[in-house]
Nanobody
Framework: QLQAFGGGLVQAGGSLNLSCAASGFTLDYYSIGWFRQAPGKKREGVTCISSSGGSTLYADSVKGRFTVSRDNAKNTVYLQMNSLKPEDTAVYSC??????????????WGQGTLVTVSS
């Protein structure tokens, strides 16, 4: 089971740090993707990180502002979000998959956490 948490209400320009924690299995062998879905919009990929943490991908819309990292010892993946914009408002979810990239065969999905950025 995956669980994303750390969302909340923040003003534009602010920061939040999301966490994705796993229980019942180890994340060591999985790529982790962060996805978001804004009201009335399709889900989109935000970032993903390889099992070792050595490779990352970012959506163009978040490059330079968001940073993904992982601590396999804590079975947790993090998403540091800086310089937040109102258009970043969405429910953020994490997912684990055995492959790499945006289509990593994400088998496990966690409940999302709501991020609201006020202008």
């Amino acid at each position: 089971q995956l669980q994303a948490f750390g969302g909340g209400l923040v003003q534009a320009g602010g920061s939040l740090n999301l966490s994705c924690a796993a229980s019942g299995f180890t994340l060591d062998y999985y790529s982790i993707g962060w996805f978001r879905q804004a009201p009335g919009k399709k889900r989109e990929g935000v970032t993903c990180i390889s099992s070792s943490g050595g490779s990352t991908l970012y959506a163009d819309s978040v490059k330079g502002r968001f940073t993904v990292s992982r601590d396999n010892a804590k079975n947790t993946v993090y998403l540091q979000m800086n310089s937040l914009k109102p258009e970043d408002t969405a429910v953020y979810s994490c997912a684990a998959g055995p492959d790499w990239g945006w289509d990593a065969g994400y088998d496990y999905w966690g409940q999302g956490t709501l991020v609201t950025v006020s202008s």
